[in-house]
């Protein structure tokens, strides 16, 4: 099969070093692409905006499937474009990508469906909005819809704070409605499944530090580290999630004539009285996928074209007992203003010690030095028995790489490492 990648990512770097080990892979391509994917596809020069570009290189390379890795050309509405024109895509189209794209959309479904969730209110009235924070105090949650990479979202602990976040939050939503919800008490941990229709092929489990430092302190981020499987999401739980919130949402999609197909990002608390979502998105975590993918045993590439034909109920997928950490080299200021561009040494031997893959998530190739291109520069993924050993690989490989510009965090997997010292 012939492979079109979409994305830059160190997301799409872990997919393109998975689907490069597929027996069915003839050739993989990949834009934009970064020095990391280089390895595994080759670079093309595609503007990912320009759907008329992107079919006219499907068809002249004669590409069987594109795997779309980030959620923006997917609300943009990519794959329905490629599958007017005939070509097979991995990932939704613009109407079920909706469930990541509009927050009221999500809540909506999730009313009509008795999907378990935080207890919400959705206005476009600034009064109305006032008035509901007044009755119900703080914490409480705002969100603005639309895709705001991580900042649409104020989690306000006091109720003068969610009073004075209403402007911000409106203006961020324009002529979309807000939410307003109840702040959940609990832990947090994603969920991934493909889902084709009302087809659901469950996948694995897995945590990020969204603080950008140690103790999760300081600002969020789109992710400073992550392991899988999430030791809090039980198999208890799972069939919880399935029944409650996966199945039901897959089958509302599919009813209404706008199927899901992809990967689904389940985003979930886990309360004292059961698992609530969170958020959906249209794709996998980054850094989730990181970990998920050197987890997974089976072939990539046959499942992604299993879930854009719909042949879920006939596929399985198994996983590796190890367990996967991956620690977040970022650039010292992300997630506010950095410097890019400052060279990085020492990635080679990084990906000596053994079950360590480094992923490139921001670089650039300047000449044959490798540079700093973006606020979360590198992945250090390391595979162990336990999350302890795990992190100790991944930790010793980290100081192998020198990038005096870059930063990270020290405690990533100190929940389950807390959970395995315990036992
Ligand atoms: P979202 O973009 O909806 O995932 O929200 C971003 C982050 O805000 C989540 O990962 C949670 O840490 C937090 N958050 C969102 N909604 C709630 C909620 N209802 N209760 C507590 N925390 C929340
Ligand atoms: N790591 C969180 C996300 O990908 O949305």
């Excluded at 002249?60 to 959620?71: A, R, T, Y």
């Excluded at 203003?337 to 053994?354: H, L, M, T, V």
């Excluded at 590198?378 to 192998?400: C, D, H, P, Q, W």
Aim: with cysteine; aromatic share 6%.
């Amino acid at each position: 099969m012939n492979v079109l990648l979409i994305g830059s990512g160190g997301r799409e770097h872990a997919m393109s070093w998975k689907l490069a080990a597929s027996p069915l892979l003839t050739k993989l391509y990949a834009a934009p692409g970064n020095p990391g994917i280089a390895e595994d596809a080759e670079i093309v020069p595609l503007k990912v905006e320009d759907h008329a570009a992107v079919i006219a290189f499907a068809k002249e390379k004669k590409i069987d499937l594109v795997v779309v890795g980030p959620e923006a050309p997917l609300t943009a509405g990519l794959a329905d474009a490629l599958l007017a024109a005939k070509i097979k895509v991995f990932g939704p189209q613009k109407i079920p990508a909706t469930l990541e794209g509009s927050k009221s959309f999500t809540k909506r479904l999730c009313a009509e469906h008795n999907i378990p969730t935080a207890g919400f209110i959705e206005t476009k009235d600034r009064a109305e909005a006032r008035a509901y924070i007044e009755r119900h105090g703080a914490p409480i949650v705002l969100k603005a819809d639309g895709l705001h990479a991580g900042k649409g979202v104020i989690v306000a602990m006091t109720k003068e704070e969610a009073l004075m976040a209403v402007d911000q939050v409106f203006a961020m939503s324009g002529e979309a409605p807000v939410v307003i919800e109840e702040f959940l008490e609990g832990e947090e941990a994603s969920y991934f499944c493909f889902v084709h229709g009302e087809q659901v092929l469950p996948l694995a489990s897995a945590q990020d530090h969204k603080r950008v430092f140690d103790n999760d302190q300081g600002p969020n981020t789109g992710g400073m580290g992550a392991y899988s499987p999430a030791p809090v999401f039980t198999k208890e739980i799972e069939r919880i999630v399935l029944e409650k919130i996966v199945h039901p949402t897959a089958r509302a999609l599919a009813k209404a004539g706008t199927p899901y197909s992809g990967v689904l990002y389940i985003g979930l608390m886990i309360t004292k009285d059961g698992p609530k979502l969170i958020e959906y998105n249209v794709r996998f975590g980054d850094p989730e996928c990181q970990v998920l993918m050197p987890r997974m045993k089976d072939d990539l590439l046959t499942l992604m074209l299993a879930t854009a034909n719909g042949e879920l109920d006939k596929s399985s997928v198994r996983w590796r007992d190890e367990v996967a950490i991956t620690v977040v080299f970022a650039n010292k200021g992300y997630p506010g203003a950095y410097k890019s561009g400052a060279e990085i040494r020492g990635i080679e031997k990084a990906n000596e010690i053994e079950g360590v893959t480094v992923f490139h998530a921001g670089t650039k190739s300047d000449g044959n030095k490798i540079v700093s291109n973006g606020g979360r520069v590198l992945n250090v993924t390391a595979l162990g028995k336990s999350v302890t050993e795990a992190r100790e690989r991944a930790y010793k490989a980290i100081a192998l790489i020198d990038w005096p510009e870059g930063f990270y965090r020290s405690d990533i997997g100190w929940r389950a490492i807390a959970r395995e010292k315990a036992k």
